[in-house]
């Protein structure tokens, strides 16, 4: 499809809502859903039947190819209502793009900004009271494309769903979480799908990270392949340092290149701190705890937002952050960012997608 050409999105609301059914002071993350999802259907070649539908079930095949080879990506995204009504989702754009990466990597067709960003924006405006409003709330959208083909051999599929469910939550981590650096097992490789948002590279952080929680970590550090050497991400977001004025994130391509990592990246420059996106090793760390450097860390994501860090465990060892309360960089990024997103404040630069 051109990028010209307009989809039609067929809609049929639901007649029985469960909004009311929903206690949005109490909110967790990920359990209730919607009324409403978005599905696409990829057939010979195109995207096609492109409907707003109520909320429900999906018939599928037992032979259906993502249940066997793994053709599963998805996204994390999150809209914001202002006082005034509005509703604003968060840099979606960038999803889009990382989305359509993923894809390629798993050989996947791409989705057309029109079903991904228009449908969307349709799905939001439809339930737009599902938004929460409360600082701390949002409506967290989950797009995601997997493979339909009903045959068992290893090719790409020929069909294709694509959806987008939401959920209003709350946090994801309601304190800050302690990480165990992960030194045996690995998430991913050079030239392996690091990169991606694959569903893959979540079941198989589920393993070590059972063994972290036993050991009393919420979390698991993970760190690069082959020399299990240098810090990668956390289990479920990205991670960022404060090592004496400089704000530093690891990269490259086994890492998710998250929106929330990139978004506070951008800040850090703006703000005149030194930002560097580079290797960091679990000795640099580790080292500038004990020397007193290291005087922020957090996980960064879409559904973590920011998380702090308060402990380290490594080789045995546990290495205790600073105090929350003092982290000057983080704290002033998680406030700018409720302010930006809640429209309390401008928004300089064009992050906000108003529904
Ligand atoms: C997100 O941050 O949106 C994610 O997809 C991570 C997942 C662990 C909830």
Known sequence: MSATE????????????????????????????SDHMLVAEYNNGKWEDVSIVPYGELSISP????????????????????????????????NWERFNKSAARLQMPEVPEDIFLGGMKQLLDIDRDWVPSKEGTSLYIRPFMFA??????????????????????????SKPISLKVETHYTRAAEGGVGFSKNAGN???????????????????MWTDALEHKYIEEAGTANLIFRIGDTIITPHGDTILHGVTRRTIMQLAEEWGYKAEQRKVSVKELIDGIEAGQVAEAFAAG???????????????????????????????????????????????????FIV
């Not at 998380?307 to 309360?325: A, C, M, N, Q, S």
Request: proline share 5%; with cysteine.
């Open 148 to 173: 339909t083909e009903s045959a068992l051999g290893v090719h790409p599929s020929i069909s294709y769903k694509f959806i987008v469910i939401t959920c209003p939550v709350g946090a994801y981590y």
């Open 63 to 94: 032979s259906m190819s993502a249940l066997h080879y793994g053709q599963s990506i998805f996204e994390g995204i999150k809209a914001y209502k202002f006082d005034d009504g509005t509703v604003s989702i968060f840099r979606p754009e960038n």
């Open 6 to 33: 307009q989809i039609s999105i067929r809609v049929e609301p639901t007649s029985t809502s469960r909004l009311s059914q929903v206690d949005f002071n109490n909110l967790k993350f990920g359990h209730i859903m």
């Open 202 to 220: 979540y079941a198989l952080s589920l393993y070590p990270t059972q063994l972290a929680n036993d050991e009393g970590y919420d979390q698991i």
């Open 302 to 352: 879409t559904a973590a937002t920011i998380t702090h860090i308060d402990r380290i465990g490594f080789e045995g060892k546990d290495y205790t952050l600073p105090p929350v309360e003092g982290r000057e960089f983080s704290n002033k990024v998680l406030d700018y960012l409720n302010q930006l997103r809640y429209g309390k404040i401008e928004d300089p630069f064009g992050w906000n």
